[in-house]
């Protein structure tokens, strides 16, 4: 039986962090069948609740749990092609494509136990047609797959569309309660604007969100706007590129942007004028700072789109860009970057990426009626910036523990 449908249980640590209210000497939050019933003091919870089992951590934090906006888990830590540039590296990429075959399963379990132990309890995945989802349901973890399709291999837009919508919904079916099956429309350069239109408009008659990348490297907004570069080299113009425009203005044109969309890195070259598209289109971004740092993409421009009221969440993208599949220290990398407070940078992480994905009602806070999704951090959060300490000891290997909807999934203290 999993925990989640036991009696009551009590996590309380030396500090709790809920986001979402202000930090609780002493704090625990009730859990009942997943979901957290009562936010507050220690002591009162377990006094109202003589029945709950209580877990307490004195010298720990407990934070909501990281959610990943923005992760791929087929990739094997080595083996990496080499950074430096975008092209250069989508090309070994492509290379090593038919090797990589042998070992995604494996490579995609490996990235999810490694995002546990990290604190992740929620992960937005984008994989080719899904290919991740068997591992991430079998994790533990929340999240939602997000099927890439690349037109070109089904064939006409319709009839692509189609297959990849249905690809979804079959994969959809007989998952645990909180992993989900979605589409995600790759790249301004792998997938054409009619697919990606039909895909946009499809996924969103339907109410679901949409997994893109969008504006990521300096060879993309080259392919968009002159259907030459890196890109096109590897692709051939592909008759849509050079479009005359920036990728952002590109998306919109071809109906991509919508607040159901989820655009990955918007690292290079975001103007101002595109913020303002971000912005009224109500898109939500995933921030991957060391994929983007890895592949010479530059900095996005995310203390501007915060500003403008763009939901920002963070993402890891997956282990051939980014060092690990540690989320918090994704974060920590971000807090350094933009000169944020960790406060900020925590609410990034957490309530953030929940935003971000459209499911803050039911996770990135420690809120009564949400799951009870939560990391216990090694860390009593003392002195000036308590939060960012949070951070630093989560990226550091200080995740003790991982609680997804109620479930222990990861626990190295055995308590
Ligand atoms: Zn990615």
New binding site residues.
């Given amino acids: 039986m999993p925990e989640s449908q036991a009696g009551p249980v009590i996590f309380a640590a030396g500090t709790l962090m809920p986001i979402s209210s202000p930090p609780l000497h002493d704090g625990a939050v009730l859990v009942r069948r997943g979901r957290i019933a009562a936010v507050g003091d220690l002591t009162d919870l377990g006094r109202e609740n003589p029945d709950a089992e209580v877990r307490f951590f004195p010298n720990y934090t407990i934070v909501p749990g990281a959610v990943n906006a ?3 888990l087929g990739f094997r830590r080595k083996d990496a092609p080499e950074g430096g540039t975008f092209s250069g590296w989508l090309r070994g990429l492509i290379e090593r494509l038919p090797e990589k075959e042998a070992w995604t399963a494996e490579a995609a379990r490996d990235s999810a136990r490694e995002a546990i132990e990290a604190g992740t309890t929620y992960l937005a995945e ?1 994989s080719p047609y899904g290919e991740c989802l068997p591992q991430l349901a079998e994790s533990g973890l929340a999240g939602t797959v997000y099927a890439e399709f690349f037109p070109h291999e089904i064939g006409a837009p319709e009839e692509a569309v189609e297959f990849i919508v249905g690809k979804a919904r079959e994969l959809g079916k007989g998952l645990p309660e909180r992993v989900d099956a979605r589409v995600s429309v790759h790249s301004p350069y792998t997938v054409d604007p009619e697919s990606s239109r039909l895909a946009a408009r499809s996924t969103r008659e339907m109410g679901w969100t949409l997994a893109i ?1 969008l504006s ?1 490297s300096p060879e993309e907004v080259e392919f968009v706007k002159s259907g030459t570069g890196g890109l096109a080299d590897i692709f051939g113009s592909n008759e849509w590129g050079g479009a005359g425009v920036s990728p952002v203005r590109y998306a919109r044109d071809i109906e991509l942007l919508a607040p159901e969309t989820i655009a ?2 918007l690292a290079t070259g975001v103007s101002e004028e595109d913020i303002e598209i971000l912005a009224q289109t109500g898109i939500a971004a995933a921030h ?1 700072p060391r ?1 983007n740092d890895f592949l010479g993409c530059g900095v996005s421009p995310v203390p501007a789109m915060i500003e403008r009221g763009i939901r920002v969440g963070m ?1 890891t ?2 282990l051939w ?1 980014s060092p690990s599949m540690n989320l918090f220290e994704e974060t920590l990398f971000a807090v350094e970057l933009h000169g944020m407070s960790g406060a900020a940078g925590l609410e990034l992480a957490t309530l953030g990426g929940a935003r971000a994905l459209g499911i803050e009602a039911e996770t990135g806070t420690l809120g009564a009626g949400k799951w009870a999704d939560l990391a216990v951090v090694e860390t009593s959060a003392e002195g000036g910036d308590p939060e960012r300490g949070v951070l630093e000891a989560a990226a550091s290997g200080g995740v003790a523990a991982t609680v997804v909807g109620g479930n222990v999934i990861y626990n190295r203290l055995g308590r």
Avoid: T
């Fill in positions: 923005h992760a791929h984008s990348h990521e990955a890195h991957c994929s993402g993208d997956g860009s």
